[in-house]
């Protein structure tokens, strides 16, 4: 039987133009799912249903219609501050308190005609890849034994069991593409300076930016036409770290289209491998496997690139940490609190010398250098983007150096793509085979790195992929 949740962000934005159904009516689907599915997956930490039924009701007195999601359900991440809502920050550690004002990513979305729903999960202060938090666990439909990945569990897990039509999460790194990449999704982290809203210019290294979670390829590509579009900001905002863009018009055509014929790259080797045992599952060989063998029917070319050896995971690994070395400063924050993984690296951040963080981010800068250099010939770079299947909750442990350790060694190449400040795309290419260790079905995706403000060239090529491999069509069972 056919339920809204069928429709994909596009096409659900289109029913409600059209108005073959109302912005309330589509709420009230969608908040309904919530309620009945959400107690068993942990992907809402708060659900505001009377303020998004409110707003649904008025939401043609508040935003023009001409906005580039009108009407479409959402939900905000719970790192970012809604006006009236707490802000959870995924710890125990902080007492809940309602913010006072929006962050400008929650407004960019407001102001683009969105429908927040709630809150959804995330690790303790999005420091990591696990999904499990003191103040809740979140779990992965499609096989709710096993993590979904983070930092934007919530958001990906609502998106893939049918909770949001698709959602907007932030990746440091890679914070978008491992939760997309665990729950069957395509995940897009932009260009840093391509956001407005979240432009990657705070924190240490620029790492953290704003990117869509989707179903499919030209809803990422819609989404991310919203997010460009200096809506909802007290002004236009310069963000002169954004790259010399591939192409021109909006990022929906070119994720619609399809069109081109490209260069592609096989990335041997992780920038993690001198500093962590990175073993790649058989199940993600085949997934790049798969991509490869698809890339070559569309005639696009393919060929090995190795990856650069410049140092990497120490400088990486003391950006992480001072990123952590500010938590102490937060008003009522109880360290006893933190999770171990959180306490570790407070305690290391705040033993770091300001120049062991600067050598730290020239070293980072070289890495960057060298890389984009590396990929320069190529219009895209293909890695796994993970390199296990979903990871059983409990994996990470209790012990945060091996926790770390463990982070690293799942997705080796996400990271590399915050640094650089290039736009990198997950897409969920297979799924492992029913004599696989872990499972049958368990999702697999591949990543894509473009040049510098190359969006619409990832998007162009996940569109041929999705066209043949038809992703869009493969659901958990809570579907």
């Keep these: 039987m056919f339920e809204l949740h069928h429709l994909s962000a596009q096409e659900l934005w289109d029913w409600i ?204 590509g819609m989404l991310l036409d919203a997010l460009v579009a200096p809506t909802g900001l007290p002004e236009a905002q310069p963000y002169a770290l954004v790259t010399p863009d591939v192409g021109d018009g909006p990022f929906t055509a070119a994720a619609v289209r399809g069109e081109g014929r490209f260069v592609v790259g096989i990335l041997d080797g992780s920038p993690w491998d001198d500093a962590v045992d990175v073993v790649v599952d058989p199940a993600a060989r085949a997934a790049v496997e798969t991509a490869v063998r698809v890339l070559g029917e569309v005639g696009h070319g393919v060929e090995e690139v190795a990856m650069p050896r410049a140092p990497y995971a120490d400088a990486f690994r003391v950006a992480w940490e001072s990123s952590a070395a500010r938590l102490p400063f937060v008003p009522g924050i109880d360290l006893s609190a933190l999770t171990p993984l959180v ?68 997705s080796p190449w996400t990271s590399m793509a915050n640094v650089s400040g290039l736009p990198a795309i997950t897409l969920p290419v297979a799924t492992t085979a029913d004599d696989h260790p872990d499972g049958g079905g368990l999702p697999m995706g591949v990543q894509l790195v473009g040049r510098p403000g190359g969006e619409r060239v990832l998007l162009a090529i996940g569109a041929q992929l999705e066209r043949r491999l038809r992703w869009q069509r493969r659901h958990p069972p809570v579907w």
């Design 343 to 410: 306490s570790w690296l407070v305690d290391r951040g705040r033993a770091l010398t300001g120049t062991q963080v600067l050598d730290a981010m020239t070293t980072l800068d070289a890495f960057s250098a060298a890389l984009i250099g590396a990929f320069d010939r190529f219009d895209a770079v293909l890695t796994p983007t993970l390199a296990l299947p979903p990871r059983p909750l409990g994996w990470y442990g209790d012990d945060p150096e091996e926790d770390f350790r463990r982070q690293c060694a799942y």
């Design 17 to 220: 133009r059209r108005g073959e159904v109302t912005v309330r009516e589509a709420t009230d689907h969608f908040l309904a799912r919530i309620g009945r599915l959400d107690r068993e997956l942990g992907a809402f930490v708060t659900v505001t249903a009377d303020a998004a039924r409110e707003r649904a009701d008025h939401l043609g007195d508040l935003v023009p219609t001409s906005r580039p999601l009108w009407g479409l359900p959402s939900a905000d991440k719970d790192l970012y501050d809604r006006r009236g809502v707490p802000t959870g920050n995924g710890t125990v550690s902080l007492p809940a308190r309602a913010a006072t004002d929006d962050h400008p990513l929650v407004a960019a979305l407001d102001a683009a005609g969105t429908v927040s729903l709630g809150k959804t999960a995330s690790p303790e202060f999005g420091m990591s890849s696990s999904s499990e938090t003191r103040s809740g666990v979140t779990r992965n439909p499609y096989d709710t034994t096993r993590a979904p990945g983070g930092s934007s569990s919530g958001a990906a897990v609502a998106v893939a069991a049918g909770l949001l039509p698709a959602a907007v999460g932030s990746d440091g790194g890679g914070s978008v593409r491992i939760p997309a990449a665990a729950t069957g999704l395509v995940g897009l982290k932009p260009s840093r300076g391509r956001v407005p809203s979240m432009p990657g210019r705070s924190g240490v290294g620029g790492l953290s930016v704003a990117g869509p979670i989707t179903r499919t390829v030209a809803d990422a």
